[in-house]
């Protein structure tokens, strides 16, 4: 079964780093998604990404977030320099169309930031 | 705005016990509501939506939830829970249009005793 992937798993860096997450979508999927959860709190949404550009973001997505679809393949997140608070499990997922389309998410990759 | 809530933190049954997971939304008009549920080391799995039509709606593994405008709930159920239930259960909402940006509840941590 098709599915979305996630590299790291779980990534360790200091504060001030750059940090970049990796996802795999399912393969013809035209829609990207992250979303965060801070240990002990909600599922947020960060951003979703349509046709190489972004389609929405929410306030916590600022300058120091950034997503690129580099290929054919992958969809990257990329934080700039990290803070304590960018600690948080970070999901990737996709849909073959927006609207009404399913989510499929990845497992996720764990974030600290020391 | 859109909100959801899940009154019950923790919930602990024994394994062939029903179960029901509350939540509770709010949100302007006819919402698109979901189910997610998510195993230890695992991404956010689908389990059932709601866009419209019957208000009841059958999931995955045995689940079904039901949708009651009057009160803004969308409650899950069980009517007998196997010890691989145990997991995290999201509740979500969406607007009209579906799935580009999901509200998340903060969750039910689901425990099954044998």
């Known amino acids: 079964e098709p599915e979305v992937t996630q590299t790291p798993s779980h990534q360790v860096t200091q504060m001030g780093q750059e940090v970049i997450l990796r996802c795999v979508p399912i393969s013809n999927h035209l829609y990207f998604y992250w979303y965060r959860q801070i240990l002990g709190q909600k599922v947020e949404f960060l951003v979703s990404f349509y046709n190489n550009e972004i389609s929405e973001k929410s306030e916590i997505f600022d300058d120091q977030f950034s997503v690129e679809r580099p290929d054919g393949s992958n969809f990257t997140l990329k934080i700039r320099s990290t803070k304590l608070e960018d600690s948080a499990m970070y999901f990737c997922?996709?849909?073959?169309?927006?609207?009404?389309?399913?989510?499929?998410f990845g497992e996720g990759s764990r974030l600290t930031v020391l | 705005a859109q909100s959801v809530t899940q009154p019950d933190i923790h919930i602990t049954v024994s394994e062939g016990a029903s179960l029901e997971l509350r939540c509770n939304y709010s949100?302007?008009?006819?919402?698109?509501l979901f189910w997610y549920v998510q195993s230890p080391g695992q991404g956010l799995q689908l389990l059932l939506k709601y866009f419209s039509g019957d208000t009841l709606v059958q999931g995955i593994k045995g689940f079904e939830a039901e949708f009651k405008r009057s009160q803004s709930s969308f409650n899950l159920r069980k009517p007998s829970v196997h010890w691989s239930d145990a997991a995290e259960y999201f509740c979500a909402v969406a607007r009209s249009g579906g799935y580009n940006k999901l509200i998340f509840g903060a969750g039910t941590r689901l425990a099954v005793h044998p």
């Open positions: 949100y302007g008009a006819t919402p698109y």
């Open positions: 997922a996709s849909s073959e169309r927006g609207g009404t389309g399913e989510l499929f």
